[in-house]
Each structure stands twice: as C-alpha cells, then as structure tokens.
C-alpha cells in the first residue's frame, strides 16, 4: 500500500516507485519522511521486523498522516528503487536478493562505501560480497554526480565521513593540503549509535539521575563550577571533551 500523506495530491503515473528495508531506526525514518512527502516518488513497502504489522506513525509521530505500516522484510515486491537503511553486514548478505527486488539498490549502511576487501578486513569484519565493491559507486553528489547516473548499487556517504570530506574538497582542490597531515575532530551525539542505543543511553542517565536524587526533605549544597569541570573533564579523553556538562561521545572509523 502506498503511503499518501494528509492533503498530498494524487501520484503521478510517471513517479518512480520505492521501498525501504529497516525504515523504524533514524536514518530509514528521515528517508522514510522525505520519500513520503515527495512529489517524484510512490512509496511502496516499508520494513521492520520489531514493528511488523504497527503503522508508521507510531514509530515516527511526525508521519502520522500516512496510512503505510511496517511488514516483514521478506518477499519484498519489485519497485524502482530499493533503499536499505539497515545496520552494517545485513546488505552485503542480501545484495543479490536485493538487486533482483530493483534496478537500483541505495545502501545507507556502510557495507558498500570502501572500495577493497582489505580495507573491511582493516576497519570491518571482512566483506561477505567483495565481487560488488567494484559496481557500487560512492554517493557524493555535490562531488561526483555524474558517475550516480546508471549505477546499480549506490552507497550513500556516511555523516562523519561526508562533513569531512566537503570541508576540505574546496582545500584540497586548491592545493592547500597539498603533504599536509589533516586531522578531523567530530562530535556526535548518541543517535548515530541507533535508536537501541540512543534508549540505553538514555535508560542509563535517568537511573543514575535518580540514585543521585536525595530523599525528599534532606537539604544539599549545591556544587561549585570547579567541582562539575574536574568531574566532566575526568571522564573524557581530550578529543572528546567539548562541553563541561555534555557527556563526551567517543567514535572510531566505524561509525561514520
């Protein structure tokens, strides 16, 4: 069932047909918001094996006008288009599934998004589909928009790695990184972890929030400044420490 949000207009004949594998977590949901209020696309199956069956809306409040619900993954019908916002290993088990299902496959994981084998095996756990690296191209569309065109499986840049990377285009370009060591300091918050993750953090600081909550009627003193920076400062390694009350958020190569 195609989603048709409040008041939008009937879908065109010539819109291009889409689905989304894993659309309840951040990223499928933003897609899943813009893909839903978009004049060029029908939105055809949305998947989730947590809210098989619920409707959108109770996932992602802000589509609550929609009358699409989550299904299984399995069995996923032919569209044009075919967007996995999946977590990383779960495409490259299924890009052949995947590419039979649509003419394009856009992978927002980042099975795709390094070109060798040997860079997975550095900076992943290997690659279970390696032959596809070489047809996948790298989605930088303010970079390389022509070599999108005609592609078959498309790898969307990671958020980290795409800050970094049209920051410095214009520099390098010019030639002024030209032997240059260049290093990238970037603060996340916790939903580039994923929902489940953004929850525990969450669940964590509540619990502690309430065992440093004293029983009602004790009188405290409140704490100086210097006491909260030591505290806070204690607590984070250098390239993370940004904030005396923002818990730092330490990130590797893999989560981009």
Request: charged content about 25%.
């Given at each position: 069932m195609?989603?048709?949000p409040?008041?939008?207009?009937?879908?065109?004949?010539?819109?291009?047909?889409?689905?989304?594998?894993?659309?309840?977590?951040?990223?499928?949901?933003?897609?899943?918001?813009?893909?839903?209020?978009?004049?060029?696309?029908?939105?055809?199956?949305?998947?989730?094996?947590?809210?098989?069956?619920?409707?959108?809306?109770?996932?992602?409040?802000?589509?609550?006008?929609?009358?699409?619900?989550?299904?299984?993954?399995?069995?996923l019908?032919?569209?044009?288009?075919?967007?996995?916002?999946?977590?990383?290993?779960v495409?490259?088990?299924?890009?052949?599934?995947y590419?039979?299902?649509?003419?394009?496959?856009?992978?927002?994981?980042?099975?795709?998004?390094?070109?060798?084998?040997a860079?997975?095996?550095?900076?992943?756990?290997?690659?279970?589909?390696?032959?596809?690296?070489?047809?996948?191209?790298?989605?930088?569309?303010?970079?390389?928009?022509?070599?999108?065109?005609?592609?078959?499986v498309?790898?969307?840049g990671?958020?980290?790695?795409?800050?970094?990377?049209?920051?410095?285009?214009?520099?390098?370009?010019?030639?002024?990184?030209?032997?240059a060591?260049?290093?990238?300091?970037?603060?996340?918050?916790?939903?580039?972890?994923?929902?489940?993750?953004?929850?525990?953090?969450?669940?964590?600081?509540?619990?502690?929030s309430?065992?440093?909550?004293p029983?009602?009627?004790?009188?405290?003193?409140?704490?100086s400044?210097?006491?909260?920076?030591?505290?806070?400062?204690?607590?984070a390694?250098?390239?993370?420490?940004?904030?005396?009350?923002?818990?730092?958020v330490?990130?590797?190569?893999?989560?981009?």
């Open positions: 195609a989603a048709t409040t008041g939008s207009a009937d879908v065109d004949a010539e819109s291009v047909s889409a689905s989304i594998v894993g659309a309840s977590g951040f990223a499928g949901g933003e897609l899943l918001r813009i893909l839903a209020g978009h004049p060029e696309f029908e939105l055809g199956e949305v998947t989730s094996r947590e809210y098989a069956g619920k409707s959108v809306g109770s996932v992602h409040p802000p589509l609550r006008g929609t009358d699409l619900r989550f299904s299984e993954p399995g069995d019908e032919s569209v044009d288009v075919l967007f996995t916002a999946t977590p990383h290993g495409t490259m088990e299924h890009i052949e599934e590419q039979a299902t649509a003419d394009l496959v856009v992978d927002l994981s980042a099975d795709f998004r390094l070109d060798t084998e860079q997975y095996e550095e900076w992943y756990d290997g690659h279970s589909c390696p032959e596809k690296l070489d047809v996948a191209e790298y989605a930088l569309p303010e970079i390389n928009r022509e070599n999108l065109a005609g592609a078959d498309i790898a969307s990671g958020c980290n790695a795409t800050a970094t990377i049209l920051g410095l285009y214009p520099l390098a370009e010019a030639g002024v990184l030209d032997g060591d260049v290093v990238v300091d970037v603060k996340v918050g916790s939903s580039e972890a994923a929902p489940a993750a953004a929850k525990l953090r969450a669940t964590r600081s509540a619990r502690a309430s065992a440093r909550t029983p009602r009627g004790t009188a405290t003193r409140p704490r400044s210097r006491y909260w920076v030591s505290r806070f400062r204690s607590r390694t250098p390239w993370t420490w940004s904030a005396v009350r923002a818990r730092p330490t990130c590797s190569p893999r989560t981009e």
